[in-house]
């Protein structure tokens, strides 16, 4: 029927407007939720879509309608899963795979349609070299983007180390190598449209290895956002490859915001986007820098008991969440104590580091999965002008965020970097579980200072003996 064509149109243009609005909305932590939802509708409306052809009827066999239902409900089952059961340390490493399992998406179509080219929607050599570059493109930012997010997985969860050679300039020779051998067999793809495309997947799927191998992790938080990127440019190249135009303004949104968001963590770091992906790892080459060392020399620590007295006599509190605070699943105790001190009238926020934990939002999401209200969370610009008048900090398993290095001392390798400015409050107290060093391998000069107690254990029975003192001193049930 004649009518179906515009609704496919409206279809698509009903996705690409939800997927929009989905983006925008995340950019928020009040509206993330139901953007996230808006984004999943767009995406459900997206997959319809494409199952429609430019008629606007659905021509597809019974025989495919069986691989695409199975596939169907195997992918939402093995995501509904994942969501109930990954906890909120392993978010990185899902989103990293997710990044993988767009980029190789792109792949297979790109392999499909280049194994077994159509006849149809061909209109001359022109339309034929579009059709080849676009599979060349969308073959090697695919596996790259596959491989890369593949080995970025298994770092963030421990499987693999930084191997030395990857710290040397052979690693760039491996890369040049792999890049051109990549840039050969994307010619010979682009002139037949079938030959050369093993060599290109390859090599590129090697280039992934290559490239995200050297990552130190304090630098894997930019690498997520950057692959990210690559997953909707992929997607893009794909859209060109089945002649998609929703799939090529999907692909290109997803791609630009992940390109800004990667720009926006290397400012927070104070990193350029070329020494994260060729410098190697920030914690290897700390060890050869001249500052950053030495030995701890005034620690002076206290207990759980000796913290609560001075939050009892706290009119300003401010918290500061890192990754500890995740590994340790710590963040309803805290909210329980942040409720104690609340109805005592004492002011409770949240300092939010724009690279605290391992991915963009990893504290937001965290905060936000105990409740924490969204008004609580202040961006390190917000706070850092009200640390002064601050009477106590509450710095859970952050590091380097709050390492005084990034202001004070010209040699070391984290100067430059914006951070938490802790050292102004009056107080601060820092909960970890030993005097380990952040994923940069740097001493931390906060702890040595005058202000600064450390409150040694894990975050969750720090805060558990935290809440039992505050509730034994009466602290909130008073008047």
Same mark, same amino acid.
């Given at each position: 029927?004649?009518?179906?064509?515009?609704?496919?149109?409206?279809?698509?243009?009903?996705?690409?407007?939800?997927?929009?609005?989905?983006?925008?909305?995340?950019?928020?932590?009040?509206?993330?939720?139901?953007?996230?939802?808006?984004?999943?509708?767009?995406?459900?409306?997206?997959?319809?879509?494409? !199952?429609?052809?430019? %008629?606007?009827?659905?021509?597809?066999?019974?025989?495919?309608?069986?691989?695409?239902?199975?596939?169907?409900?195997?992918?939402?089952?093995?995501?509904?899963?994942?969501?109930?059961?990954?906890?909120?340390?392993?978010?990185?490493?899902?989103?990293?795979?997710?990044?993988?399992?767009?980029?190789?998406?792109?792949?297979?179509?790109? !392999?499909?349609?280049?194994?077994?080219?159509?006849?149809?929607?061909?209109?001359?050599?022109?339309?034929?070299?579009?059709?080849?570059?676009? *599979?060349?493109?969308?073959?090697?930012?695919?596996?790259?983007?596959?491989?890369?997010?593949?080995?970025?997985?298994?770092?963030?969860?421990?499987?693999?180390?930084?191997?030395?050679?990857?710290?040397?300039?052979?690693?760039?020779?491996?890369? *040049?190598?792999?890049?051109?051998?990549?840039?050969?067999?994307?010619?010979?793809?682009? *002139?037949?449209? %079938?030959?050369?495309?093993?060599?290109?997947?390859?090599?590129?799927?090697?280039?992934?290895?290559?490239?995200?191998?050297?990552?130190?992790?304090?630098?894997?938080?930019?690498?997520?956002?950057?692959?990210?990127?690559?997953?909707?440019?992929?997607?893009?190249?794909?859209?060109?490859?089945?002649?998609? %135009?929703?799939?090529?303004?999907?692909?290109?949104?997803?791609?630009?915001?992940?390109?800004?968001?990667?720009?926006?963590?290397?400012?927070?770091?104070?990193?350029?986007?070329?020494?994260?992906?060729?410098?190697?790892?920030?914690?290897?080459?700390?060890?050869?820098?001249?500052?950053?060392?030495?030995?701890?020399?005034?620690?002076?620590?206290?207990?759980?008991?000796?913290?609560?007295?001075?939050?009892?006599?706290?009119?300003?509190?401010?918290?500061?969440?890192?990754?500890?605070?995740?590994?340790?699943?710590?963040?309803?105790?805290?909210?329980?104590?942040?409720?104690?001190?609340?109805?005592?009238?004492?002011?409770?926020?949240?300092?939010?580091?724009?690279?605290?934990?391992?991915?963009?939002?990893?504290?937001?999401? !965290?905060?936000?999965?105990?409740?924490?209200?969204?008004?609580?969370?202040?961006?390190?610009?917000?706070?850092?002008?009200?640390?002064?008048?601050?009477?106590?900090?509450?710095?859970?398993?952050?590091?380097?965020?709050?390492?005084?290095?990034?202001?004070?001392? %010209?040699?070391?390798?984290?100067?430059?970097?914006?951070?938490?400015?802790?050292?102004?409050?009056?107080?601060?107290?820092?909960?970890?579980?030993?005097?380990?060093?952040?994923?940069?391998?740097?001493?931390?000069? !906060?702890?040595?200072?005058?202000?600064?107690?450390?409150?040694?254990?894990?975050?969750?029975?720090?805060?558990?003996?935290?809440?039992?003192?505050?509730?034994?001193?009466?602290?909130?049930?008073?008047?």
């Amino acid at each position: 029927m004649t009518f179906i064509g515009p609704i496919k149109f409206a279809i698509d243009l009903l996705a690409v407007l939800l997927l929009a609005l989905g983006i925008k909305g995340l950019s928020k932590v009040r509206s993330a939720r139901e953007a996230n939802r808006l984004a999943a509708i767009a995406m459900l409306l997206a997959a319809f879509g494409v !199952l429609m052809n430019s %008629q606007g009827t659905i021509g597809i066999s019974i025989n495919s309608w069986v691989w695409i239902i199975s596939g169907t409900l195997i992918g939402g089952l093995l995501g509904a899963i994942t969501a109930k059961k990954v906890p909120m340390t392993a978010m990185p490493e899902i989103v990293a795979l997710f990044n993988g399992c767009g980029g190789m998406s792109s792949l297979l179509v790109a !392999l499909g349609v280049a194994l077994f080219p159509s006849s149809e929607g061909s209109d001359g050599v022109a339309s034929e070299l579009v059709r080849n570059f676009s *599979i060349v493109v969308s073959l090697f930012v695919g596996a790259i983007t596959f491989s890369g997010s593949i080995v970025a997985m298994a770092k963030l969860q421990g499987w693999l180390s930084t191997p030395s050679w990857t710290q040397s300039k052979a690693r760039h020779f491996f890369n *040049i190598l792999c890049a051109a051998i990549a840039l050969i067999g994307g010619i010979y793809l682009s *002139i037949d449209g %079938q030959n050369g495309l093993s060599l290109i997947v390859v090599a590129s799927s090697l280039l992934g290895i290559g490239v995200t191998l050297p990552i130190g992790g304090a630098d894997m938080p930019v690498v997520i956002s950057l692959l990210n990127s690559y997953s909707g440019v992929a997607a893009a190249a794909a859209g060109f490859v089945v002649g998609s %135009q929703l799939l090529i303004v999907a692909g290109a949104m997803v791609g630009a915001a992940g390109l800004i968001l990667t720009q926006v963590m290397c400012d927070g770091m104070n990193r350029s986007l070329v020494s994260v992906l060729f410098g190697g790892a920030l914690g290897a080459s700390s060890v050869t820098s001249g500052g950053g060392g030495g030995e701890y020399t005034n620690i002076t620590s206290c207990s759980p008991e000796e913290c609560a007295l001075t939050l009892e006599a706290a009119e300003r509190v401010v918290i500061v969440p890192g990754y500890g605070l995740a590994v340790a699943q710590a963040q309803h105790t805290l909210r329980e104590v942040t409720r104690v001190l609340e109805s005592a009238d004492i002011e409770v926020t949240y300092a939010i580091h724009p690279v605290a934990g391992r991915m963009p939002g990893h504290m937001n999401v !965290l905060l936000a999965e105990a409740d924490v209200p969204y008004e609580q969370l202040k961006e390190m610009d917000v706070i850092n002008p009200e640390f002064p008048a601050t009477d106590v900090v509450l710095v859970l398993g952050a590091n380097d965020v709050v390492n005084p290095q990034a202001k004070n001392d %010209q040699t070391s390798p984290l100067y430059g970097m914006p951070v938490l400015d802790v050292q102004e409050a009056r107080t601060v107290f820092v909960v970890k579980r030993g005097m380990s060093a952040g994923y940069s391998g740097i001493k931390n000069d !906060l702890f040595d200072l005058q202000n600064t107690s450390m409150v040694f254990g894990d975050a969750k029975k720090v805060l558990g003996d935290l809440l039992l003192e505050l509730k034994e001193l009466g602290v909130g049930s008073k008047g």
